[in-house]
Every structure is written in structure tokens, then in C-alpha cells.
């Protein structure tokens, strides 16, 4: 469903086990970021209503996510901690040229946002089906479910925002691209690490 070339190896899910304050507070602080991403996205692109209407819900419920992880965290007598780079994302930010029409900066920054997602959605997914914790298990489980619809919501956006043809030969090599990057991922304990 995802459309992932390369899924995570699983041994990620084994480091995610034995990690877990690290993997809660980099999801914390992901969700901060998907939240700033929507922000930002609104701030970029006024001109698109039903843009900024949607991603004025998934702020919202972004930095709902982020309170839900934040007490996982309190829950546990763990501490927020600093946030780290995200080596996932800043790789994938290097596909995309910069510059270009106002559209096409549009239709990358949305590919990225929902490429993001679909891998979390993945992560989210292995989380629930490894972890020995019923109640993290039961949360990952939620929270996967909402992130396949942020996926499919910004290739949606993607899709209606640039010419069809384009975007999914986009999607495609943005997709060839990311596989070659989560090659050298899954080794550390963080969300995309």
C-alpha cells in the first residue's frame, strides 16, 4: 500500500526495542517537524485554500501526537532530551533541485512530506507488531493509521496541484531514491535512523 521500494530491515525493530526513551523522544520530535512542515507549507503557499485548510487540521493534530509521545515520555521518567538531525530527511532533501516554478517546489515539498510519512506509517507499523509493551504497541498501532492518511493526503495534493503524468514519475524516482538511502538507515534508534 505504501509503495516503499525497500522496506525496513528488521533488525531496526530489535534496536527500537531496547531503545525506547530514544525512539519516543526522536518521535516527539518528529512530530514537532511534521507539525512545523504543515506551518510552514500554509506560510508558502496562502494562495491554495484547501491546502491551507487541511494542513491547518494536520498541524493541529500533529502537535496532538507530539503531546501523546511527550506523556509517553513523562509516563516513563524519561526527559525530553535535545532534538538530533534527522540524517533520513536531510538526504532526501537533497533530491529535489532547488528553485524551479512555484508549483514544482510545491509538488516536491509535498512528494517529500508524504514520503516521510509512508516510512513513518512503516516504522509505526513494525513498532506495534514487536514490541513486547501491549500499551506502546496498541499506541504505534493508532498512530500508524493516522499516518497512511497523511501519505495518501499529500500525494493527493501532489497529484491535484501538478501535472499527473509528472508527479508520478516523480514519485517514482523519489521512491528508487529513498530505497537507496534507508540501504544505509535502520541501524540506529531513532524513526528513520
Known amino acids: 500500500m505504501l509503495g516503499l521500494k525497500l522496506p525496513t530491515d528488521p533488525r531496526w525493530a530489535d534496536i527500537a526495542k531496547k531503545n525506547i526513551e530514544d525512539i519516543l523522544v526522536d518521535h516527539a520530535y518528529c512530530e514537532q517537524k511534521a507539525a512545523s512542515t504543515a506551518i510552514s507549507l500554509i506560510v508558502s503557499f496562502p494562495e491554495y485554500s484547501e491546502l491551507v485548510l487541511e494542513m491547518t487540521a494536520l498541524a493541529r493534530e500533529e502537535m496532538g501526537h507530539f503531546k501523546m509521545v511527550y506523556d509517553k515520555i513523562l509516563e516513563r521518567g524519561y526527559t525530553m532530551g535535545w532534538d538530533r538531525k534527522d540524517e533520513y530527511v536531510l538526504a532526501l532533501l537533497k533530491f529535489f533541485p532547488k528553485g524551479g516554478s512555484r508549483t514544482d517546489q510545491l509538488v516536491h515539498r509535498l512528494l517529500i512530506a508524504g514520503l516521510i510519512e509512508a516510512r513513518s506509517c512503516e516504522r509505526f507499523r513494525m513498532l506495534s507488531e514487536k514490541l513486547e509493551d501491549k500499551e506502546l504497541a496498541e499506541f504505534y498501532k493508532k498512530l500508524m493509521i493516522s499516518e497512511a492518511g497523511h501519505y495518501t493526503m499529500f500525494l493527493k495534493f501532489a497529484r491535484h496541484y501538478g501535472d499527473l503524468e509528472k508527479v508520478d ?16 538507515l535502520s541501524k540506529n534508534q531513532s524513526i528513520h535512523g
Open 169 to 184: 514519475q516523480k514519485w517514482g524516482q523519489l521512491l528508487d531514491f529513498e530505497a537507496g538511502i534507508i540501504k544505509n
